[in-house]
């Protein structure tokens, strides 16, 4: 069960080679291991591939990272403390089948739900931190999801705190139903109020940040940068291509195609993030309250 | 009735849509294209009028009354410069202190090839953060299809009221059941499943209330919405209480 693939319910995976992970998921490299890269398929090592936190050294390929394993590149040495980690989903609208996709996902991920929130300091600079969770039902956003990070946002705005976000989803929790959507208008509500108090929302987008997440907190940030060769947008390719009966160009939805429209300020190589935030932190550097 | 007959009312062909409740409810309204930045979403109407003795600002989505407005028109899905023309008017709004009423009725943001490369997503972003803050009265009504975020970036209001016969929901019936049992035929399953009705999000706190549909419908709402804004202009802490509206929704002790 544990080594199962994490469903992904986005579409489009597998048709372009770039985005496609088959059974590949480095979370579970407890010992060394032998891996081919899912772009140029050279041979990797497990050693290699965690000391570059999961990017392929050749041709820069970035692998999903779990959400540990990106709060430990990310976070200075025992700084990080999570919030609302108790914080569980339960079937609020009693929709066939989520208990059970609940019970899997936990066990698939270790994780209890779809993003982890805390505090921390990043080369020494204090900030509110979130990172969505892409194997926990893909990263969707229920109502869990939405308070914690809604509560995230609350505490940085009292501390006055930078947050820092990493986004990976497939969109709004279908399971939810309705109060799912609903949470795209709380956690705006919560970065806006943020936002109106003069501190800074730093988001990283990663592969995939799509639907919801991408109509609402993924696209509110003050500073948006993208992983290489990630998929972003509103819409799943399997839909425009129905919807509009074409096939869409390659690099359709890329991180490169989103900073050629004018959409994320920088595509930005994963192993460079916690210099690359930091230094913006530091340009941003504000009073904490106590 | 099942929720997929209120599903198939909602998309019911000769369904009043935007411009039949502003013609029977505003007068002199003037309408204003435009998004300033690209071009003039048909899928949307917007523009300012009067309600009763009220200057207000009213912006819908319009899917069509015929075939061919419909084409002209996208069915009601809207494109970013949709939702940026939405917001321009709002803001107009705040600054002359005009409430506004937006109507709903859509299957969905639209999903395109120049949706995506002007920014979806972005829009709609944009729409919840400023809405969630402007600071003038807003009451949102989903007349008929209240399709996810398309819909949302509407409807971050005041109060929000949903017609009996219209539904709004997180992902279409066809696209649940589509995801859920790889079988778009089963939407009639999907509709009870999603919880889309009127009633249903009465009860989850969604809504605020259900508009009857009978004869007197264009008045109901008209004094519906006169007493709401006569109430909602004295309110200081409007857009604290938005904030707390939504604040609650799916809140965990």
Not at chain 1, 105 to 132: D, P, R, W, Y
Not at chain 1, 248 to 262: C, E, H, N, R
Not at chain 2, 96 to 104: A, G, K
Request: proline share 3%.
């Amino acid at each position: 069960m544990i080594f199962k693939k994490p469903k992904n319910t986005l579409e489009g995976h597998g048709k372009f080679s770039v985005f496609s992970r088959k059974n590949f998921d480095p979370k579970n490299f407890d010992e060394e291991l032998s891996v081919e890269c899912l772009k140029c398929k050279k041979s990797l090592s497990s050693s290699e591939l965690a000391d570059t936190v999961y990017v392929c050294p050749y041709c820069r390929y970035h692998f999903l990272l779990s959400v540990r394993r990106r709060l430990d590149f990310i976070c200075d040495k025992g700084s990080f403390t999570e919030f609302d980690s108790d914080l569980t989903s339960s079937n609020i609208i009693g929709f066939p089948n989520y208990e059970k996709k609940l019970r899997n996902a936990k066990m698939e991920s270790s994780e209890q739900e779809a993003v982890v929130c805390g505090k921390c300091t990043i080369n020494g600079l204090a900030a509110a931190v979130f990172v969505m969770n892409p194997y926990f039902m893909m990263g969707s956003m229920g109502t869990v999801v939405g308070e914690k990070i809604t509560r995230l946002f609350e505490y940085a705005t009292e501390k006055n705190l930078p947050v820092v976000g990493f986004t990976v989803s497939g969109g709004a929790r279908m399971q939810e139903g309705i109060l799912s959507l609903m949470q795209m208008a709380k956690i705006s509500g919560a970065v806006k109020l943020h936002s109106d108090a003069g501190n800074l929302y730093f988001c990283v987008l990663t592969d995939p940040t799509m639907g919801g997440v991408t109509a609402s907190f993924a696209m509110q940030a003050d500073i948006i940068i993208a992983e290489p060769f990630a998929r972003i947008g509103f819409a799943g390719p399997r839909v425009i291509e129905q919807t509009t009966g074409k096939k869409l160009p390659d690099g359709f939805q890329s991180s490169a195609f989103l900073l050629q429209k004018g959409f994320v300020d920088d595509v930005i190589d994963r192993r460079r993030h916690k210099r690359y935030i930091s230094r913006i932190l530091k340009l941003h550097a504000r009073e904490v309250a106590q | 009735m099942t929720a997929y007959k209120r599903v198939s009312q909602a998309r019911a062909k000769g369904r009043a849509t935007t411009a039949c409740y502003i013609e029977n409810i505003i007068s002199g309204f003037a309408e204003m294209h435009g998004d300033r930045r690209f071009a003039d979403d048909a899928s949307i109407i917007a523009g300012i009028g009067r309600l009763g003795d009220i200057p207000v600002t009213v912006i819908g989505v319009e899917k069509g009354k015929n075939v061919k407005e419909r084409g002209l028109r996208n069915s009601g899905s809207a494109h970013p410069e949709g939702y940026r023309k939405a917001l321009r008017q709002m803001k107009l709004a705040e600054k002359f202190r005009r409430p506004v009423i937006c109507f709903v009725d859509t299957p969905g943001a639209f999903c395109g090839v120049g949706a995506e490369e002007r920014g979806q997503g972005q829009a709609i972003a944009e729409n919840l953060m400023e809405m969630m803050t402007l600071k003038t009265p807003i009451i949102s009504i989903i007349i008929g299809e209240g399709g996810s975020g398309g819909a949302l970036a509407l409807a971050v209001a005041d109060e929000v009221w949903m017609l009996e016969n219209s539904v709004y929901s997180v992902i279409s019936p066809e696209g649940c059941a589509a995801i859920l049992w790889k079988d778009g035929g089963k939407a009639k399953e999907a509709a009870e499943c999603l919880k889309l009705t009127a009633e249903d999000l009465l009860q989850f706190g969604v809504i605020e209330q259900i508009i009857a549909e009978d004869e007197k419908i264009y008045e109901t709402i008209k004094q519906k919405l006169i007493h709401t804004f006569e109430k909602n202009s004295a309110e200081e802490n409007l857009t604290e209480k938005r904030y707390m509206r939504y604040r609650k929704l799916g809140e965990i002790q």
